[in-house]
């Protein structure tokens, strides 16, 4: 049974509330938007937003459903498509809004969030947050669309500078700026104890993160809403503050759920990336499950797809003789992300398992969706190849001595 609370507060020092949220229980559908462009006008991008997410709620809630019957990727990347296209038609409402009347930039930021099925799907605009509270500790599920999380990302500005800059309310995305906006989609499976928060810049600006996860890992989701909007206003209540908490139902796969995340941990794509980062790459990541002697890769076959092993093992051959087993962790034919590859070896499972697979289309196309962040997998990609050729080189050089 899914639990969650919602407050809102205008702050101290703030006339007006221009916060709006939604938590729509029924088809568990969880907004937060912050609007922005003063009084009147914030509060109608937000209100507006609300109303695009609460119209189309149920379509969010049969994408999710789609889902819990057939998880997978095909599924789970349509839950995080429609949540885009909510968006999209909530940016050119907006926007429309706007023009018609005489209040240009009138806009708000969006954190949306539509559960079920054991995971949860978020979709982010601006500085609004979304949070995952695990194990008592607290993660941050997105990434501020904003000049100060960009400057300190670049080294330009330490996070203590930023705390007081008087540029920490600039944000450089926003719903409604223009017809349509690019949002971050992120999914995550959903562990026993798990909760999310969302909530406005009003509470994440002016209390210490540290704070945030003491209260909010606390007692039932009403009582720590309740106490974190009590700390916005205890450390000055500068702007609105809105907190809607969630605890969604689990995965019933929990052990598996967990051999997947420490797998994307440990692969070199993902490694030194903050966790909302591997989020969002990872929806181009797709499961597959093999039987003993399936074959995934067949020798002298063109293929494009780099595998990791989650469970079980599987073998290595060539011409018959086995070459090398590989277990939970390990990976091969990242090669074949570069370009289509013709197989020099054939892999066959040697026991029930399953593998994450990462297809060269895939990975084309979230680095031209996200340039940023897919640069970033490609310099991950030859680099590691990089090593690889160089192992190599020392092997053939070794070999070479050894038979002088």
Same mark, same amino acid.
């Given at each position: 049974?899914?639990?969650?609370?919602?407050?809102?507060?205008?702050?101290?020092?703030?006339?007006?509330?221009?916060?709006?949220?939604?938590?729509?229980?029924?088809?568990?559908?969880?907004?937060?938007?912050?609007?922005?462009?003063?009084?009147?006008?914030?509060?109608? =991008?937000?209100? /507006?937003?609300?109303? &695009?997410?609460?119209?189309? $709620? +149920?379509?969010?809630? !049969?994408?999710? @459903?789609?889902? *819990?019957?057939?998880?997978?990727?095909?599924?789970?990347?349509?839950?995080?498509?429609?949540?885009?296209?909510?968006?999209?038609?909530?940016?050119?409402?907006?926007?429309?809004?706007?023009? =018609?009347?005489? /209040?240009?930039?009138? &806009?708000?930021?969006?954190? $949306? +969030?539509?559960?079920? !099925?054991?995971? @949860?799907?978020? *979709?982010?605009?601006?500085?609004?947050?979304?949070?995952?509270?695990?194990?008592?500790?607290?993660?941050?599920?997105?990434?501020?669309?904003?000049?100060?999380?960009?400057?300190?990302?670049?080294?330009?500005?330490?996070?203590?500078?930023?705390?007081?800059?008087?540029?920490?309310?600039?944000?450089?995305?926003?719903?409604?700026?223009?017809?349509?906006?690019?949002?971050?989609?992120?999914?995550?499976?959903?562990?026993?104890?798990?909760?999310?928060?969302?909530?406005?810049?009003?509470?994440?600006?002016?209390?210490?993160?540290?704070?945030?996860?003491?209260?909010?890992?606390?007692?039932?989701?009403?009582?720590?809403?309740?106490?974190?909007?009590?700390?916005?206003?205890?450390?000055?209540?500068?702007?609105?503050?809105?907190?809607?908490?969630?605890?969604?139902?689990?995965?019933?796969?929990?052990?598996?759920?967990?051999?997947?995340?420490?797998?994307?941990?440990?692969?070199?794509?993902?490694?030194?990336?903050?966790?909302?980062?591997?989020?969002?790459?990872?929806?181009?990541?797709?499961?597959?499950?093999?039987?003993?002697?399936?074959?995934?890769?067949?020798?002298?076959?063109?293929?494009?797809?780099?595998?990791?092993?989650?469970?079980?093992?599987?073998?290595?051959?060539?011409?018959?003789?086995?070459?090398?087993?590989?277990?939970?962790?390990?990976?091969?034919?990242?090669?074949?992300?570069?370009?289509?590859?013709?197989?020099?070896?054939?892999?066959?499972?040697?026991?029930?398992?399953?593998?994450?697979?990462?297809?060269?289309?895939?990975?084309?196309?979230?680095?031209?969706?996200?340039?940023?962040?897919?640069?970033?997998?490609?310099?991950?990609?030859?680099?590691?190849?990089?090593?690889?050729?160089?192992?190599?080189?020392?092997?053939?050089?070794?070999?070479?001595?050894?038979?002088?």
């Amino acid at each position: 049974m899914i639990r969650y609370a919602a407050r809102t507060h205008p702050g101290k020092k703030r006339e007006h509330n221009e916060d709006a949220h939604l938590a729509d229980e029924e088809h568990q559908v969880f907004v937060v938007a912050d609007g922005v462009g003063g009084r009147a006008a914030g509060e109608v =991008a937000s209100a /507006l937003v609300i109303d &695009t997410f609460r119209e189309h $709620a +149920a379509d969010l809630s !049969g994408a999710v @459903a789609a889902y *819990a019957a057939e998880p997978g990727w095909n599924t789970r990347n349509a839950v995080l498509e429609a949540l885009d296209e909510v968006l999209q038609k909530a940016s050119r409402r907006v926007f429309d809004e706007a023009e =018609a009347k005489g /209040l240009r930039g009138m &806009t708000t930021t969006v954190v $949306a +969030a539509v559960v079920g !099925g054991g995971a @949860a799907f978020l *979709a982010h605009v601006g500085d609004s947050r979304a949070y995952l509270v695990r194990d008592g500790l607290i993660r941050q599920l997105t990434d501020d669309h904003s000049m100060i999380n960009e400057l300190v990302r670049t080294g330009q500005m330490s996070y203590q500078e930023a705390r007081q800059s008087r540029y920490r309310s600039v944000i450089t995305r926003a719903v409604g700026l223009y017809p349509t906006v690019q949002a971050d989609l992120v999914s995550i499976e959903v562990l026993p104890g798990d909760r999310l928060l969302l909530n406005s810049d009003g509470l994440s600006d002016p209390v210490p993160l540290d704070r945030i996860e003491e209260l909010a890992g606390q007692d039932d989701v009403e009582t720590a809403a309740e106490r974190l909007v009590e700390a916005a206003l205890e450390h000055g209540g500068p702007d609105n503050v809105t907190v809607v908490m969630v605890e969604p139902e689990a995965t019933p796969q929990t052990e598996a759920a967990r051999a997947r995340a420490q797998v994307l941990q440990s692969l070199f794509l993902f490694q030194g990336l903050p966790f909302h980062a591997r989020l969002r790459v990872s929806r181009i990541c797709e499961e597959v499950f093999f039987t003993p002697d399936q074959p995934l890769v067949e020798e002298g076959e063109r293929d494009d797809t780099m595998y990791a092993i989650v469970q079980g093992t599987v073998k290595v051959s060539r011409e018959g003789v086995e070459l090398a087993r590989l277990g939970p962790g390990e990976h091969f034919g990242e090669l074949g992300l570069i370009e289509s590859q013709v197989r020099t070896a054939t892999v066959t499972a040697a026991s029930f398992g399953s593998a994450i697979v990462v297809r060269r289309p895939a990975l084309l196309e979230f680095c031209q969706r996200e340039p940023a962040l897919g640069n970033e997998l490609l310099w991950k990609l030859i680099s590691t190849l990089g090593q690889r050729l160089q192992q190599a080189n020392q092997m053939i050089a070794l070999r070479s001595s050894h038979s002088d």
